[in-house]
């Protein structure tokens, strides 16, 4: 959204001028907290005692913090130790994935899937068995794009010893990210490891993957509590319809976690410090969150669906705050619930190359809410290339330095008037039965992704 200056948007949605709400000091508090936010560390719980006296001073009501037990994961040592042409031994840094369970010098053959497609893993079978499965991040452009957790499933079905996870893009960067996380945070079956471009493309060239690798990984799986922050603005009660604005707190411990999702929780807190001081006439309860555990498998935002069954029905549209910012176009993707868009037009209109879609996507916060027919809509920043994968999020380069202080501002000033348009309008979004919602997730070409990863509900 680079045309539209933040005060011009905000007119559109029928608030003040941005004036005191700036997001990126918030940005930059977030990112100050140690262990990138990780779940279940100190730094989150800085984090989220730092949001919860925001929203207080912000004026919100109903402050709270929703509590759930999962299986935590702490980070120890690991490394690879493989054989080179000439026989000798040679170790190299990998790091553990979240959601696995530990190994101690664990050899086993190697078998490359390249980047993991169905096809390819269909193809490998049984040979998999008892090896280490080794596949790369590099997306799928020929057809559909296996998420990192998929490509772990599908090597635990078919009897893999281990998982290895090799990054696409250059820099002497490993790309984190859980895996085999299940309800509660259930430890994977299998260890798994990530492992930089250029380690990985020199183990290959040396011919490192005709020999059994050995692997050691050390973490633990600690028994934890979750906490969800919450706040209120606007009208209540059970006829009131409701609006819940998300993001996830936690991050990822290699880093400040600042891109995913100290952006996306900026902006949320700022949302609620703009939304309380604008004077706009509700006709909709506003419930901010700062979702818990969504690195891990969106263990909070689950445990809060399944906990708030009985208040689904007043949910009239979740929006879902997961790095809204970028270098291209703000995009709304309204998760199979075309209403939402519709009713946003003449504000998309208004705003310019903005990219709206309905399509259904799942690995965010707003996942539970829409398999269980709740309309929800994430707000994102499109870039058009494929290649850049993740970017530097869940790498040590997620810190401050990747943020931008203009995109961040846009971002927030884009969720505001979409925000500000669904809070004081009649109610849009409606909640679909469950025999649509399943219709709709296989429509999108959903169904074997979340079957592979066993969260295929119906
Ligand atoms: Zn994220």
Same mark, same amino acid.
């Given at each position: 959204?680079?045309? /539209?200056?933040?005060?011009? +948007?905000?007119?559109?949605?029928?608030?003040?001028?941005?004036?005191?709400?700036?997001?990126?000091?918030?940005?930059?508090?977030?990112?100050?907290?140690?262990?990138?936010?990780?779940?279940?560390?100190?730094?989150?719980?800085?984090?989220?005692?730092?949001?919860?006296?925001?929203?207080?001073?912000?004026?919100?009501?109903?402050?709270?913090?929703?509590?759930?037990?999962?299986?935590?994961?702490?980070?120890?040592?690991?490394?690879?130790?493989?054989?080179?042409?000439?026989?000798?031994?040679?170790?190299?840094?990998?790091?553990?994935?979240?959601?696995?369970?530990?190994?101690?010098?664990?050899?086993?053959?190697?078998?490359?899937?390249?980047?993991?497609?169905?096809?390819?893993?269909?193809?490998?079978?049984?040979?998999?068995?008892?090896?280490?499965?080794?596949?790369?991040?590099?997306?799928?452009?020929?057809?559909?794009?296996?998420?990192?957790?998929?490509?772990?499933?599908?090597?635990?079905?078919?009897?893999?010893?281990?998982?290895?996870?090799?990054?696409?893009?250059?820099?002497?960067?490993?790309?984190?990210?859980?895996?085999?996380?299940?309800?509660?945070?259930?430890?994977?079956?299998?260890?798994?490891? /990530?492992?930089?471009?250029?380690?990985?493309?020199?183990?290959?060239?040396?011919?490192?993957?005709?020999?059994? $690798?050995?692997?050691?990984?050390?973490?633990?799986?600690?028994?934890?509590?979750?906490?969800?922050?919450?706040?209120?603005?606007?009208?209540?009660?059970?006829?009131?319809?409701?609006?819940?604005?998300?993001?996830?707190?936690?991050? *990822?411990?290699?880093?400040?976690?600042?891109?995913?999702?100290?952006?996306?929780?900026?902006?949320?807190?700022?949302? /609620?410090?703009?939304?309380?001081?604008?004077?706009?006439?509700?006709? *909709?309860?506003?419930?901010?969150?700062?979702?818990?555990?969504?690195?891990?498998?969106?263990? %909070?935002?689950?445990?809060?669906?399944?906990?708030?069954?009985?208040?689904?029905?007043?949910? /009239?549209?979740?929006?879902?705050?997961?790095?809204?910012? %970028?270098?291209?176009?703000?995009?709304?993707?309204?998760?199979?619930?075309?209403? $939402?868009?519709?009713?946003?037009?003449?504000?998309?209109?208004?705003?310019?190359?903005?990219?709206?879609?309905?399509?259904?996507?799942?690995?965010?916060?707003?996942?539970?809410?829409? +398999?269980?027919?709740?309309?929800?809509?994430?707000?994102?920043?499109?870039?058009?290339?494929?290649?850049?994968?993740?970017?530097?999020?869940?790498?040590?380069?997620?810190?401050?330095?990747?943020?931008?202080?203009?995109?961040?501002?846009?971002?927030?000033?884009?969720?505001?008037?979409?925000?500000?348009?669904?809070?004081?309008?009649?109610?849009?979004?409606?909640?679909?039965?469950?025999?649509?919602?399943?219709?709709?997730?296989?429509?999108?070409?959903?169904?074997?992704? +979340?079957?592979?990863?066993?969260?295929?509900?119906?």
């Amino acid at each position: 959204m680079p045309s /539209a200056p933040a005060g011009s +948007l905000l007119a559109s949605a029928g608030g003040p001028f941005w004036g005191a709400c700036d997001p990126w000091p918030v940005l930059v508090k977030l990112a100050s907290f140690p262990d990138g936010r990780f779940a279940g560390s100190d730094g989150l719980s800085g984090a989220r005692e730092y949001v919860t006296e925001s929203l207080r001073e912000a004026g919100l009501r109903d402050i709270g913090g929703f509590r759930f037990p999962y299986i935590g994961w702490t980070r120890g040592p690991a490394a690879i130790r493989w054989r080179r042409e000439d026989g000798h031994l040679q170790d190299e840094h990998v790091i553990g994935l979240p959601g696995t369970p530990p190994c101690e010098a664990l050899e086993a053959p190697v078998r490359f899937l390249g980047n993991g497609t169905e096809e390819v893993f269909a193809a490998a079978g049984k040979d998999l068995r008892g090896k280490w499965c080794w596949v790369t991040s590099e997306p799928n452009r020929k057809g559909r794009d296996l998420h990192r957790n998929e490509k772990y499933c599908r090597a635990v079905a078919l009897g893999a010893a281990g998982f290895v996870y090799e990054r696409h893009l250059p820099g002497d960067l490993e790309e984190t990210g859980s895996v085999g996380w299940k309800r509660g945070g259930a430890v994977g079956a299998i260890p798994a490891v /990530a492992i930089t471009f250029e380690r990985g493309g020199r183990i290959r060239r040396a011919g490192g993957l005709s020999h059994p $690798l050995t692997m050691t990984m050390r973490c633990g799986n600690p028994p934890q509590t979750g906490e969800i922050v919450h706040g209120s603005f606007g009208p209540s009660g059970k006829n009131v319809p409701l609006i819940l604005v998300g993001g996830h707190l936690d991050g *990822h411990d290699l880093a400040e976690a600042a891109v995913d999702n100290g952006t996306g929780i900026a902006c949320v807190v700022t949302l /609620a410090r703009w939304l309380a001081a604008s004077g706009l006439g509700l006709t *909709h309860e506003v419930r901010f969150v700062a979702w818990d555990c969504e690195e891990l498998g969106l263990l %909070g935002s689950r445990a809060y669906a399944e906990a708030h069954e009985a208040d689904l029905d007043r949910i /009239a549209v979740v929006l879902n705050l997961d790095v809204p910012v %970028g270098e291209g176009a703000p995009a709304l993707v309204a998760q199979g619930h075309p209403e $939402l868009l519709e009713s946003l037009a003449p504000l998309v209109a208004a705003t310019g190359d903005v990219d709206t879609s309905d399509r259904i996507t799942c690995a965010s916060d707003h996942l539970p809410f829409s +398999l269980r027919g709740v309309p929800t809509l994430c707000i994102e920043n499109h870039t058009s290339d494929l290649r850049l994968g993740r970017g530097y999020t869940h790498t040590r380069a997620d810190t401050l330095d990747q943020a931008r202080p203009r995109a961040l501002r846009n971002a927030a000033a884009f969720a505001a008037s979409v925000l500000g348009w669904f809070a004081t309008r009649p109610r849009v979004g409606v909640r679909f039965p469950p025999e649509k919602v399943k219709a709709l997730f296989a429509a999108g070409g959903h169904e074997a992704a +979340l079957r592979a990863q066993g969260e295929w509900p119906w």
